[in-house]
């Protein structure tokens, strides 16, 4: 890596600071579609026309629309396309930044430009230049809902996928629902895709069992999002008791082997309530290789299970435990006492309790790892 490219800021913390100093002057609303022709682009398109209606002035930049596009694009202006207008059309960000419009529409956020960063990294420039973003994207272009579907269908997704982290940057994020039915019954008469096309996603991603799971996750999607939006206003509010909208659950674990089955308990727990859940781990002092090579494993089973790991470093595992639990809003909190040869006063759990409010604390038995003598 060259000095230039280790000194490139990365684009999607860039994005979210730009979408937080500008977030009173413009926005960035996003419609989520679960499957093709959920209606996505359909929606972005008539909220342009609307906007654009009330004298607003709109210009759409990239699309990719099924079927007829000038019916699709009618009363709309198509940068560059003004006697033809292609069914898909790649993004020119220059191009709009000169041409200055008040909002902006890009079809698929995921979807790579002609130098190779997804057309998400450009919104950052948009914001910053005073431009509302109306997008859409495709719940399988999430990273978190894309590795879930590797396990419905049995293989990688084919489509480019967007960190979960950079939904933080969408002011509005909104689910264009139909039931899967419906959506089968509208791709047959439609003709959203050709009778080839239809054949072929009938016994892939269009089968009723797929767009169910399909569906459901994007609902986690904007329940996440959701989420998300809460513990930043109740951050800003300075509210640091959390509102039980949604659980989230935080497992914390010692350095230690053999807690694998601890974590997919407590996975299932949190699964049962439909909570967030984190696994937490403090070190105080570097680790051997084997204990690295513990952790990691964790970690990777954290991640499997939809969950997320996070390794903290602190000179105290209680004070930087505590920390880190009022910082990210937990409601439950499950402690496990480690295994001594003797009692020890001021132990991890003691503090821990002693340091918290407004948090449900669950203290798992004392149990010998397996493998541990």
Not at 230 to 246: A, I, K, N, Q, S
Not at 329 to 351: F, K, Q, Y
Request: proline share 4%.
């Amino acid at each position: 890596m060259s000095g230039r490219d280790a000194a490139r800021p990365d684009p999607m913390e860039v994005l979210k600071r730009v979408s937080a100093e500008t977030r009173r002057r413009v926005l960035f609303r996003v419609y989520l579609g679960y499957a093709r022709g959920a209606g996505a682009t359909t929606a972005m398109l008539d909220e342009a026309r609307r906007r654009s209606g009330r004298g607003t002035d709109v210009l759409v930049a990239a699309h990719s629309v099924h079927g007829d596009a000038d019916r699709a694009l009618r009363d709309l202006e198509v940068l560059g396309a003004v006697r033809h207008r292609p069914a898909k059309m790649r993004l020119d960000v220059d191009a709009v930044l000169a041409r200055n419009p008040e909002v902006v529409c890009i079809d698929d956020l995921a979807d790579p430009e002609t130098a190779g960063p997804p057309r998400l990294e450009a919104v950052a420039r948009f914001l910053a230049a005073g431009i509302t973003v109306l997008a859409t994207v495709h719940v399988l272009s999430i990273k978190s809902a894309a590795t879930a579907f590797t396990s419905v269908v049995g293989k990688e997704p084919s489509r480019p996928v967007i960190e979960d982290g950079a939904l933080e940057a969408i002011d509005e994020l909104e689910l264009v629902d139909l039931t899967p039915t419906d959506l089968l019954q509208r791709l047959r008469e439609q003709r959203v895709l050709t009778p080839a096309e239809l054949a072929v996603a009938l016994q892939l991603d269009l089968r009723l069992g797929t767009l169910e799971a399909l569906r459901e996750s994007a609902f986690r999607v904007i329940a996440e999002h959701a989420d998300r939006q809460l513990v930043r206003f109740m951050h800003e509010t300075g509210v640091d008791v959390p509102w039980e909208v949604r659980g989230r659950i935080v497992l914390c674990v010692p350095v230690q082997r053999g807690l694998e089955a601890r974590i997919r308990r407590a996975h299932a727990y949190a699964a049962a309530q439909d909570a967030k859940f984190s696994v937490v781990s403090v070190r105080t002092r570097q680790l051997s290789d084997e204990e690295k090579e513990w952790m990691g494993g964790y970690a990777a089973l954290t991640h499997q299970l939809g969950g997320e790991y996070v390794h903290l470093h602190g000179r105290s595992v209680a004070s930087t435990l505590v920390e880190y639990i009022r910082e990210s809003l937990a409601t439950e909190v499950i402690l496990g006492h480690r295994r001594r040869t003797r009692w020890l006063p001021g132990n991890t759990t003691s503090e821990v309790i002693q340091r918290l409010s407004g948090v449900d604390v669950h203290i798992l038995r004392a149990a010998v790892p397996a493998g541990v003598n």
